[in-house]
């Protein structure tokens, strides 16, 4: 089956990580924004997060949970369950290619 969902954004993010989710919260103020991530962080063995201001020592999933919260209020972004395949660029009409996962 081929979805040939026709949205347009003004930035995507690839990666629902930490960071991805930091740079959410920027772009997402004024900005449309689309975040991919597969669901599977890198991190997710770990016990605890380190380096973050008022949450040293936060599990990585929870922190996630708290991320992904703070976000719900900015009707500008999107989240998707997928993994990027492709992006390309034909003279800056650039088209992303998404394989949704569960």
Do not use: W
Not at 8 to 32: F, T
Not at 35 to 56: I, L
Not at 66 to 87: A, C, H, M, V, W
């Amino acid at each position: 089956m081929i979805n040939q969902n026709k949205e347009i954004y003004e930035c995507v993010i690839v990666g629902g990580g930490s960071a991805g989710l930091s740079a959410a919260l920027l772009l997402g103020r004024s900005r449309r924004v689309l975040v991919c991530d597969k669901g599977n962080p890198r991190n997710a063995p770990a016990h605890e997060s380190h380096s973050f201001f008022t949450r040293d020592g936060i599990s990585p999933h929870e922190l996630l949970s708290i991320g992904r919260d703070q976000l719900k209020p900015y009707k500008t972004l999107n989240f998707t369950r997928s993994e990027s395949r492709k992006l390309t660029h034909p003279t800056i009409n650039l088209k992303l290619c998404l394989r949704m996962t569960r």
